[in-house]
Structures are given as C-alpha cells and as structure tokens.
C-alpha cells in the first residue's frame, strides 16, 4: 500500500486556540466557555484521526495518536505523565467536542453489531461517565462500545463479491483482504482504501479533548453555567434511556394482549420490532443512503469501485447509520434489513427459522397489530408519549425482491421511486438501482406518515 500522508496526530492547545472553530460548529457551548476565560491550566487538546480508525475498542481501550503518527493507549510510554494525567478519564474516552466529519458509537453483542449513536459535527461527546456521581464505580462501562472515526457500520448496496473485480482493486491499491463475508465486513475495505491516500487535507475526523482539570470545578459558583450546560446535554439526550423500564412496561402489555387475542410472537421477532420503534423514536440510528461525506468518504469510495473494481450497470450506493427525525419538517427516510444482524437480541434467532420473507410478513402483522392496539386504548402509559406520537405518525413500507403483486409486501425495485436518494453517486457513469442487494432481499422503511 502506498504510504499515507494521512496520519494521526494530536497537539495541546488553549481555548484561544481553538475557540473560533468551536464557535462555527457549537456556538451556545462556546458562548458559555467564552464567559469562563479559561486559563491556560485548562488544556485541551487537538486531535485527528483518518477514517475508520478505532478510538474506543471493544476491549475497553482508548487509542491517541502519538508522537510518530500512529495510535497506542495512554500506556505507551511515548505519552508524557502530563497527557496520561489529563486524558485518562476512569479507563473511558475523555470529554470532547467533534470539530471535523464524525464519531461512530457501535454496541457489539454476543452476536450482532450494531450502531447505537453517530456524533456530527458539534456533538459533545464522552460525558456519561465524566458526570457520573460515582465515575471509578459505575454502571457505564467501557465494554462492549467501539468508536470509531466516520461510520463503522458501513457497506455498499450492491453485490461487490465478484472475484476477478476484486482482484483489479485489490492490485491497483495493494491491498490484502479477503472477500467480505458480509455486509458489514465493506468497511475494512473501505477503510483501506481511504489509507491509500497521500492528501493530507483528505478526509479525517477532527476533535477536541478537554483534560479533567475541566471538570474539578463543576460545583464552583462561576462554573454553574458551564456545569448546566454539560448535565442538560446529559439530560436530553438519555431521556429513552432513563425510562427505559416504561417502554418495556409498555411492551408487557402488548405482549399480554397477543396472547389475548392468540397470536404467538416469536422472541426473535419482538427483539427486531423493539428495534424497529427505538429507531422510528429517533433514539438508534437505522440506515440510509450516503449523500455527503459527512460520515464517510464516499467519493473515493465510489470512484474506486467504478473505476478499478469496474462495477457495471448498478450505482455504488453506499448505506450508512441515519437517524429519522420525525419532527423534521421533511425527515428523511430511513431503513433497517432483516439480512443485517443489527439490533439487541434477547434470545438468538434460530437457525431453522422461516424464509426471511415470511419473517417480514409477520413482522408487518404484529406493528399492524402493535398500532392496531394503541388506538384501542390497550397499551397502558402509551397516552402523549413519544411512541404513540411514533405510531400515528410514521409509515412503515416493506420491502423484498422475490415478489411482484403483493398487497403487504412492495418489491424492492420500487425503494428508489419514492427515495431517489438510493441512486445518488458522486460518479454518474452508473445509473441503475441494485434491486438484488442482500440488504434489500427484506427490508423495512421508516418515513413520515403524509396525512
């Protein structure tokens, strides 16, 4: 592989130093910064990491870049007893802004894997366990997180399998992997094909950590606002999490009233319902087409694959986390695929299970009857929620490629008609939507219900 210029590197520096950048992408948390002054004393570093590059493994371990341009954990000895002493937050990443691009949360579970949040630009990010009231003894644990540098649960739409195609790429870029073995596995090729560029500007992920002198004061009067500011961030973005217990209450009830009305739900099944409602409420992200590089480099990606892999015919839509936003004046649409394992599972799905098809029927039958229920006035605690919101107002379209005339179920050809985002590419020599895509083979839209 050609040596990248595209390196890892990091840099103390002072709130005037970075202040200005802080203010283009969070102007309110500037602002309150800007009131303290903050000294010198409060150092903060300036870090970037190139695409794909793993932050938080699923080992626990928190990876910077170092001197030399490579990443290692605080425990390398090329990191000063400064930068241990102002990064080593409780064995966790340390509290910071995203500058630059994105962050990727993933959860890995015993079996799946799947993207629990995406920082942009202007997230705060690293403050559940910074603020927790007993941080050294908590419930916060490091373990199974990953984090990574732009999307990590990242794959192309279309079928890239083909053995002599792959050979062309993997000699034009030197690279040395095997074919993917699933979808999710696109991302290993992805990232080295980014690391093959010798740009320095290209795309990276940039990023402030604020040392733990930031947060010694929090109960200091001239620090109130700063400290607000910080929990409110908290507060806001873990309200699902905190009633957490009253969306499974919820749940039982539903459950009870299909046992009332004999229908026997498969666990497997409810865990990918669960799933489906948390992404329609916004709070995981489901997937959707790449239109930007916000999370991705999609461009060289693209032009990879259409140039060297010579894709023929189907358009390199790439898929990435997206969250739906409901409240959005126009939300965009967003997907998740029964051929993806991307969801928390409370019992493994069973090798012998049915064809991926009837899965999905049955998986419309039981949201049909979950919504069916709610206007009843069945479910308990649902009334100005938002999951009865959620159910009155998001349309759930379902998606395979072995069908035709169908009243339940669209054939996946028609996906681009109504989302002509799933033909967007940065290279329009391709043109043609991939309706054989194992992503599409049972999939499930999410977008807001036009009343």
């Not at 069916?372 to 479910?379: A, N, P, Q, R």
């Amino acid at each position: 592989m050609a040596e990248s210029n595209n390196r890892p590197s990091m840099e103390l520096v002072s709130w005037k130093d970075v202040r200005e950048a802080v203010y283009e992408v969070n102007a309110p948390f500037a602002e309150v910064v800007d009131q303290l002054d903050p000294s010198r004393q409060f150092r903060l570093y300036r870090a970037r990491y190139p695409f794909g590059s793993v932050i938080l493994n699923y080992e626990g371990v928190v990876h910077f870049p170092t001197p030399t341009g490579q990443l290692a954990p605080l425990s390398d000895p090329c990191f000063s007893s400064q930068i241990r002493d102002d990064l080593a937050y409780y064995n966790d990443v340390p509290a910071g802004v995203v500058l630059r691009h994105s962050l990727e949360l993933a959860v890995k579970s015993a079996n799946n894997l799947f993207p629990f949040a995406l920082m942009q630009k202007g997230h705060i990010f690293g403050l559940w366990r910074t603020l927790d009231p007993s941080p050294t003894y908590s419930y916060h644990t490091s373990i199974p997180w990953q984090m990574t540098t732009g999307a990590r649960c990242l794959f192309m739409l279309p079928k890239i399998t083909d053995s002599v195609s792959y050979k062309k790429l993997y000699r034009a870029r030197n690279i040395k992997l095997s074919l993917p073995q699933n979808l999710l596995d696109h991302y290993f090729l992805f990232k080295q094909l980014s690391e093959d560029q010798k740009n320095t500007d290209y795309w990276h992920t940039e990023l402030i950590f604020f040392s733990m002198d930031w947060f010694k004061r929090l109960d200091d009067v001239n620090w109130l606002r700063f400290s607000e500011l910080l929990y409110k961030e908290v507060h806001n973005k873990t309200q699902f999490w905190r009633n957490k217990f009253l969306f499974d209450v919820m749940w039982d009830y539903f459950s009870k009233e299909l046992s009332l009305e004999n229908i026997n739900a498969k666990p497997y099944i409810m865990d990918m319902i669960k799933h489906i409602i948390t992404i329609a409420l916004g709070v995981v992200p489901g997937f959707g087409p790449l239109v930007n590089e916000e999370i991705a480099p999609i461009q060289l990606i693209q032009k990879d694959f259409i140039q060297l892999y010579e894709l023929k015919l189907f358009v390199p839509t790439i898929i990435g986390p997206s969250y739906f936003q409901i409240n959005e004046s126009d939300p965009r649409p967003v997907y998740w695929s029964l051929q993806l394992p991307s969801y928390f599972e409370t019992i493994p799905k069973p090798r012998s299970s049915k064809s991926t098809l009837e899965d999905l029927r049955e998986i419309k039958r039981l949201i049909d009857t979950f919504v069916e229920v709610t206007h009843k006035g069945k479910i308990k605690g649902i009334n100005n929620t938002p999951v009865e919101y959620c159910l009155n107002h998001v349309r759930f379209d379902y998606f395979h490629s072995d069908v035709e005339d169908d009243d339940e179920i669209r054939p996946t050809k028609e996906i681009p008609q109504d989302d002509p985002r799933m033909i967007f590419s940065m290279s329009p020599e391709n043109n043609q939507f991939s309706t054989v895509s194992p992503f599409t083979r049972g999939c499930i839209r999410l977008s807001k219900l036009i009343e």
